[in-house]
Each structure stands twice: as structure tokens, then as C-alpha cells.
């Protein structure tokens, strides 16, 4: 299971692998480049340091959901999924299974990223044990996510629903382009404060850059304990058979 969620995305780059590419440098190019010199950033940092951090956490956290999310949908739809139901194999193999293959996506897309920015723009990772704790929890998290929201959609819709009016709001109100602090308006303020996404993005952009505004250590305990319930639950939901079954 796991080897036919790694050739989901593998087998067509064009789809999977290089619209995140494009896309993220057309961030670099649009937000770091033409207004990066209008936004302030402490501690003697570039804009674009400051940024680049939130943007390879973004493609991984956007990929391990999607992938887990639309790969047990499809199984759902196409019937697949009744194959492995009705072998011996547990349920929380199956599960496992789901979470990797997004764990692999997610982990693929930022590290690439990552790569590719930090040899363009020197920048060195600054702390490389929290940045492996912090790609893997937060994609295994995700993934997570994406296995109980692949179970409870209802059409293919909804798998794209969750992506663009939750967590891409989220990951904009969690400070990718811009440091909360700057934000003019308390509510707003309050708004970035309550998002769990937020404490991932500044504890991985602490991990590759040294810019701290949250205790790292805090954001990687709150990532450990999210993960824990995540994969919990989406055992708990893969074993009650809910649009697995039926």
C-alpha cells in the first residue's frame, strides 16, 4: 500500500511536484523581491529569510494532507479499498500506510524546496535536529488529517474544500509572509494567535533561520501531542468503518 502511494505522485511530476515548484518561487519572486523591502523584519534578517522558512512548511504541510486525503477517496470511489479490508492485515497497517505515503509527499516537496532556496540564497539551517522533528511531526500530522478527511468526504470536492478554506487561511494567518507582531489590527492579531499553524511555522522558522518569536521547544512539544490525538483518531475513525463499509 504503501509502495502504490509512493507511485501516485512519482509517475506524474507535472501534476504533484512541479505546480508546488512554480508556484513557491512565484512567491519568492513576488513577495520577497517586489514588496520584501517595504516589509520589516527583526533582527537583522531579509524578507526573504524570513520567508522562506513558512514557505517550505506550507508544501509540506499542503502535500501530506492532500495526498492521503485524495488517495483514500479514490480507493473509496473506485472500489479499491474493499481489497485490503477484507485481507488480515490491520487496520492500523492500513493507516500507516496512508500517513507514510503523506509523510513522503510532504517530506519530498519541502525538502526540496528547502534545497533548492537555501543554495540559492546561502542560508544554512540553524538548528538541524528541530528541523527534522519538526518536518517529520508536522507532515506526519497533517497526513493524519488527510486520512480522516479522505474517509469522511463525500465527493472529491470536499478533499479540495478542506485544503483551500481551512488550511490555506490558516497557513496565511500563521505568519508565512509576514511576522504577526507587524499585524495593525488586534483582532486579526488574535486571529493568528488562536492558529494552531502558527507555533509550526515558528518553530521551523526558528529550526532554518535562528528567528525566534515562540519558544521553539514549546511549538515541538504542541506538534508531538497534535499528532499523537491525529493518529489516534484517525485510527478510532478507520476501524468504526465510516464510508469504508457502507
Not at 508556484?23 to 531579509?46: E, M, Q
Not at 518553530?203 to 501531542?225: D, H, K, Q, S, W
Request: glycine letters at 8%; charged letters at 15%; one cysteine or more.
Amino acid at each position: 500500500m504503501l509502495k502504490r502511494e509512493l507511485v501516485r505522485f512519482i509517475r506524474k511530476p507535472n501534476r504533484t511536484i512541479l505546480p508546488s515548484v512554480i508556484s513557491t518561487f512565484l512567491y519568492i519572486f513576488a513577495f520577497g523581491y517586489a514588496l520584501g523591502s517595504a516589509i520589516p523584519v527583526k533582527g537583522g534578517y531579509s524578507y526573504i529569510q524570513f520567508m522562506l522558512p513558512g514557505l517550505v512548511m506550507m508544501q509540506v504541510i499542503l502535500h501530506a494532507y492532500i495526498n492521503p486525503a485524495y488517495s483514500l477517496y479514490s480507493s473509496r470511489d473506485d472500489r479499491y479499498i474493499e481489497d485490503p479490508l477484507t485481507t488480515p492485515m490491520r487496520y492500523s497497517t492500513m493507516v500507516v500506510a496512508y500517513v507514510l505515503g503523506g509523510m513522503c509527499r510532504g517530506l519530498f516537496m519541502g525538502l526540496v524546496i528547502a534545497g533548492v532556496t537555501m543554495l540559492l540564497f546561502r542560508i544554512w539551517i540553524f538548528d538541524i535536529p528541530l528541523f527534522i522533528l519538526f518536518l517529520l511531526f508536522t507532515s506526519a500530522t497533517l497526513a493524519c488529517i488527510g486520512v480522516m478527511l479522505g474517509q469522511w468526504a463525500k465527493n472529491i470536492e470536499d478533499v479540495g474544500n478542506v485544503m483551500s478554506y481551512v488550511l490555506s487561511p490558516l497557513l496565511f494567518l500563521g505568519g508565512v509572509f509576514f511576522s504577526i507582531d507587524i499585524i495593525p489590527a488586534d483582532w486579526i492579531r488574535w486571529l493568528s494567535w488562536l492558529d494552531p499553524l502558527t507555533y509550526v511555522v515558528d518553530g521551523f522558522r526558528y529550526a532554518m533561520t535562528g528567528i525566534e518569536r515562540t519558544n521553539p521547544y514549546y511549538c515541538l512539544v504542541a506538534i508531538t501531542i497534535s499528532l499523537l490525538l491525529c493518529f489516534v483518531a484517525s485510527l478510532k475513525v478507520f476501524e468504526s468503518g465510516y464510508n469504508l463499509k457502507t
